[in-house]
Structure formats: C-alpha cells, structure tokens
C-alpha cells in the first residue's frame, strides 16, 4: 500500500501511484525530474493507461491477484502532482465504467452493479435474492477492498432500501422458515429508527400467520387486515375464529429469544407495524 516511484531505468522520485511506472521518459538537464512540456512524455504518460487495462485484464485471470488488484488503483483521497494527475482520474473513471469487481457469484461486474454487505444482512437475504430483488450483487468475500477503493469506485452498501425490496420478493420469502423471520424481526429492530420506512414495511407480507401449508408461510400485511398476538391463554372463545393471528410457531421463535432486549424490541417492533395484543 505504499507509495511507489516513478523510474526512467533509474528512479526519480515518486509519483503518487501504489504501482512502479517504468518508461523512457525524457528528463530535465539535470535528471531531477520529468520534461513535464515534452509532448513524447505526455504520450508516454497517456500510455501508461492503456498498459495499465492490459494488467488488469491479466489479474482478472489470476487465481489469487483477481481479489486484489483493485487496491492499485488510484483513490480519490490521494494527491498526484499536475503531470500525473490525469493519468489518474483516466484510470479512476475507467475502473467504475468496467466490469473488474467480482461479485458473490464468479461474475466480473462494474461498480454500480455491487454492493457490500454486514454478515448478518449476508446471512438473512443470500445473493441469490439480492439479485433477484434489486438486480446487484454482493461483493465476492474473497475480494480485499479498502474504504478509499470502495468510495472511489463508488461501491454503495447494502441499504434500508435494498431490504425493502428484497421483503417484496414474496414468492422467495415465503418460503422461509420460523427461525429466519425472527432473525429478520431482530434485525429491523435493530435498524428500523425511521417512522416513514416503518409505515411502508406495514404494506408488505411479511408477518407469518397461521398457515395450512407446512412448507410455504402464509403471510399478510398489517395494511391488508387487524393482526393479532396469539391469545395469552389456552381458553377458547367463540371469536378467535374470525381473528387473523400470527402463527404459534413464529411466536413460540419469538417467546423463546434468550437476548431480553432483543425480545422486548422484537415486540415493540411488531407493535409499531400494527400487531395488536387480543383484549
């Protein structure tokens, strides 16, 4: 990660790159730097880019270098002197245009077309349904990335609003089992401080109601009908029938959280999305 020299068969100085350029520069008359009005070093200079996406596209094929070359590139954060400068915004705004990021699947993407993501966001929405709900990918896990390469490449994180699509994904989520939707319930706890991405969650289907299908969740919305806790004793009534009540699997799941704090902001969650307790 350190700053390289700039060499014409000898070294003469650095240029600010974390790469060694070696060209046949021509030097001022006493070789302390560059001929930085010589139109032949301009040309060399513009050249070094084009060499420089011929050994990326030799990376790409590396079994180990394809998950780290990325950290060559020029960041944002760093300053180049005037000659070198736009030698470095040419390989910056070729890098975010190109297909050099691999994502979780093998596929070479561009930047705009990847996401990275925290191990519990991983563990709930797999790529497989980021994809299919948002139309990214994760970054392959594999792949070593600074902060600076991720903010100059412009890789964005996994957001609020990529959770919201990927809960649209009804065909996907109700496939789901108990344990995840209350992984999903701690994780939006967790998360959700926003009154307005509360009241949209209340659109979507995802709370787990009594089901007939034991492999396939029957989900509803709180905006669809009054959802309900399931009734705090075993008595039955002659109105529980006509109640739509959240499944006793997924609340046995929810009862038996052993984090209390988790439990308790599971609970208010489900309170803010309108799931009532029966009085």
């Keep these: 990660d350190e700053e390289q020299d700039i060499y014409a068969f000898l070294p003469i100085g650095e240029g600010g790159f974390r790469f060694l350029i070696q060209a046949d520069f021509i030097l001022t008359s006493g070789r302390e730097g560059i001929n930085e009005d010589n139109d032949w070093n301009t040309w ?6 084009n060499t420089f996406k011929l050994v990326i596209a030799e990376f790409k094929k590396h079994p180990r270098h394809k998950f780290s070359f990325l950290e060559f590139i020029p960041k944002e954060s760093e300053t180049f002197n005037d000659f070198f400068e736009p030698l470095a915004n040419e390989i910056i705004a070729y890098c975010r245009d190109a297909n ?3 994502s979780a699947s093998g596929k070479w993407c561009k930047p705009s077309e990847v996401v990275t993501v925290l191990a519990i966001e991983k563990d709930l929405f797999d790529n497989a349904l980021v994809k299919s709900a948002t139309g990214k990918e994760y970054v392959n896990p594999l792949c070593i990335l600074s902060n600076g390469i991720i903010e100059t490449l412009g890789i964005l994180q996994f957001s609020l609003e990529d959770v919201y ?7 996907i ?3 789901k089992d108990d344990p995840w ?12 401080d926003s009154v307005e991405i509360a009241e949209r969650l209340k659109e979507i289907q995802i709370i787990p109601i009594q089901r007939r299908n034991e ?7 709180t905006n669809d009908k009054p959802v309900f806790l399931p009734l705090s004793n075993k008595k039955n009534y002659s109105f529980e029938k006509n109640m739509t ?3 006793d699997g997924f609340y046995s799941k929810i009862s038996s959280i052993k984090n209390k704090s ?7 969650f489900l309170g803010n999305v309108n799931v009532q307790k029966a009085s």
């Design 215 to 221: 492999r396939i969740q029957n989900l509803v919305s």
């Design 173 to 175: 989520i109700r496939k």
């Design 165 to 171: 699509s990927c809960l649209q994904e009804f065909s």
């Design 262 to 268: 988790d439990k308790s902001r599971v609970l208010e």
């Design 245 to 247: 009540v959240i499944s």
């Design 100 to 102: 050099i990021v691999l």
């Design 181 to 192: 939707f209350v992984e999903l319930l701690i994780y939006l706890s967790e998360n959700i």
């Design 44 to 49: 060399v200079r513009d050249e070094v880019f």
